[in-house]
């Protein structure tokens, strides 16, 4: 159940005619009084024919006539109108029971305290099955002005218990974070003028989109306008921004003029010190083109980035928290980098990732972006590089994106967070479509590769050893064949499964993994596509061509491994 208080207004009379009249598009049905103060006195124009909206009007409005009425009172606006709303999915609510949830609101605004018979006048108004409306005038009987300092939060706290008591869907608790939900009058305006966003919706999705192309507030300016995007810039007089304004092409106001809206009113982390904050942080590469030439490598760069992210969630103090909120923070501009760079099959799941985890992003934690400028390279990285074979380092790297956004969903829960982690939640089912589509392909060819039975009775073993708490879900897992192959040909390439295994059962914790084998897979795929210096390989390379070996650059180099044989055994052989 949402309740947003509006801004106040001057004109009863008008806002009575909205609530009684047929609705822009025809959509109130039958308006009546629910509620409201002295209800036996009150006129209702919706159920009494010979009561109008004036003379309703002029009882709302008697004790602030009375009061402006008086030597040096001044006139304020004194209309306060608070629409409150059920869930679609919400069982339907009576008359009596919207009543008792309209006294519960304005008892939680102040508008009308419990047993006090000067509090406001108010009326709560249904002309909907779905939500009702509450009007007050903010003058009580004996003439003083209510105390509404923080009544949104009130509000905000009371339809939290509201929705438990009633059975409704209950949704999380706010913390100014969130951006502002879109007005009537501009869903109104999109459905006019056939866009499928409202303005601050599609200019929300423009500059999130420019961050990771961004080293400084300067070049973001610049290519959200070579994006389409009108920009308007304020600067002091020594030629430093001041701020900014954006406006969706033709997007005009009355007077024909663009509608310009500040970035800080567009969502709270958007506004010029936050971005300006966030992109000084960065740290500039002195030769980062060799490494942004190598499409072939660029999701294996960006998979090692994320091998860093870390939310430390058991630690403690305002150290940890800032970094475990820049990681997410820059998480969110991987996911985005990654939307724009992606396949096109892939892009539909990771751009709703992208746009669902910006809530994730926000919190009251202040974030120390330096402790994440590795992620946030890794994003710049990703939009510059040119295009090139993904293979299957692209499902490795979507992988280790859900492995991510599952440990921020932990965080922000751990930390009461309850709508950053509901963000976090669906955008790791964002992440797993996403995924289950990039390993498509690569899973059924593994599969179709698998070893022999002995390999693969062998292999099972050491799923057993190592993994022995999930050894039943891994060898049940539709995936395992694949999973068998890849253990195959890392223990060819000179690893031993038993340890690849336990590192990446240390890695990420199985239990809640959909299909742990396919978890597994992703990395030690990972771990094979960075190899750590292996001395017998190397020697039997070495033996081999009678040349020297050249090893490639190692990225992360791990300790020193050894394929030892086990006792008794025999090689084996798929």
């Given amino acids: 159940m949402i309740a947003p208080i509006k801004n106040p207004g001057s004109n009863t009379r008008g806002l009575l005619a909205y609530l009684y009249g047929p609705g822009r598009h025809d959509e109130h049905h039958d308006p009546h009084i629910v509620a409201g103060f002295a209800m036996l006195a009150m006129p209702d124009p919706g159920r009494d024919e010979n009561a109008t909206l004036t003379q309703l009007a002029r009882y709302l409005d008697e004790p602030v006539r009375l009061r402006d009425s008086e030597p040096g009172k001044k006139r304020t606006d004194h209309v306060w109108h608070c629409p409150v709303r059920a869930a679609p999915e919400d069982r339907y609510l009576s008359d009596a029971e919207w009543s008792e949830i309209a006294e519960r609101i304005v008892r939680a605004a102040g508008i009308a305290p419990k047993d006090d018979d000067l509090a406001c006048r108010w009326i709560a108004v249904r002309h909907a099955d779905d939500h009702i409306h509450i009007l007050a005038t903010t003058v009580r009987e004996d003439g003083r002005r209510p105390k509404l300092h923080n009544s949104g939060q009130r509000v905000g706290a009371e339809c939290r218990e509201i929705e438990k008591d009633y059975g409704l869907r209950q949704l999380g608790t706010g913390d100014r974070t969130a951006e502002r939900r879109p007005t009537q009058a501009e869903m109104h305006k999109a459905k006019r003028l056939g866009w499928e966003q409202t303005s601050r919706e599609w200019l929300q999705d423009r500059i999130r989109a420019a961050i990771p192309h961004a080293s400084n507030a300067e070049e973001l300016l610049a290519y959200l306008q070579t994006d389409g995007v009108e920009v308007k810039i304020l600067r002091f007089p020594s030629g430093d921004l001041r701020g900014y304004s954006v406006a969706r092409p033709g997007d005009l106001k009355a007077n024909g003029q663009p509608n310009y809206i500040p970035g800080g009113k567009i969502a709270p982390d958007l506004s010029l010190p936050k971005l300006q904050a966030l992109l000084a942080a960065s740290k500039p590469e002195e030769h980062p083109t060799a490494r942004r030439n190598k499409p072939a490598t660029r999701w294996q760069h960006a998979t090692n980035a994320l091998d860093t992210f870390t939310t430390d969630h058991d630690s403690t103090g305002d150290s940890g928290d800032a970094r475990a909120q820049a990681h997410i923070t820059a998480l969110g501009e991987l996911i985005e980098a990654t939307a724009q760079t992606a396949p096109q099959d892939l892009r539909v799941e990771l751009r709703a990732a992208a746009k669902t985890f910006a809530r994730a992003q926000r919190s009251q934690v202040r974030a120390d972006h330096t402790a994440a400028a590795g992620l946030r390279q890794a994003a710049r990285d990703l939009v510059h590089a040119s295009s090139g074979k993904d293979g299957s380092t692209l499902s490795v790297f979507v992988a280790a994106l859900v492995w991510a956004a599952i440990l921020s969903q932990r965080w922000h829960t751990a930390k009461g967070h309850a709508q950053q982690a509901e963000a976090a939640r669906r955008t790791v089912q964002h992440l797993q479509a996403a995924y289950d589509r990039a390993a498509a392909d690569q899973l059924g060819f593994l599969t179709q590769r698998q070893p022999k039975e002995q390999t693969r009775n062998t292999l099972a073993s050491d799923v057993r050893a190592a993994i022995p708490d999930h050894a039943t879900r891994i060898l049940a897992d539709p995936n395992w064949p694949a999973l068998a192959t890849v253990?195959?040909?890392?223990?060819?390439?000179?690893?031993?499964?038993?340890?690849?295994?336990?590192?990446?059962?240390?890695?990420?914790?199985?239990?809640?993994?959909?299909?742990?084998?396919?978890?597994?897979?992703?990395?030690?795929?990972?771990?094979?596509?960075?190899?750590?210096?292996?001395?017998?390989?190397?020697?039997?390379?070495?033996?081999?061509?009678?040349?020297?070996?050249?090893?490639?650059?190692?990225?992360?180099?791990?300790?020193?491994?050894?394929?030892?044989?086990?006792?008794?055994?025999?090689p084996r052989h798929r």
């Fill in 487 to 570: 253990l195959a040909d890392a223990e060819a390439g000179g690893y031993v499964p038993h340890q690849l295994l336990t590192e990446a059962a240390a890695h990420r914790e199985l239990g809640s993994a959909r299909l742990p084998a396919k978890v597994l897979i992703a990395r030690i795929q990972h771990t094979s596509y960075n190899p750590a210096p292996n001395r017998t390989v190397e020697a039997a390379l070495l033996r081999s061509s009678g040349a020297p070996t050249v090893r490639p650059h190692i990225t992360n180099p791990q300790p020193i491994r050894t394929a030892p044989q086990r006792p008794g055994t025999q």
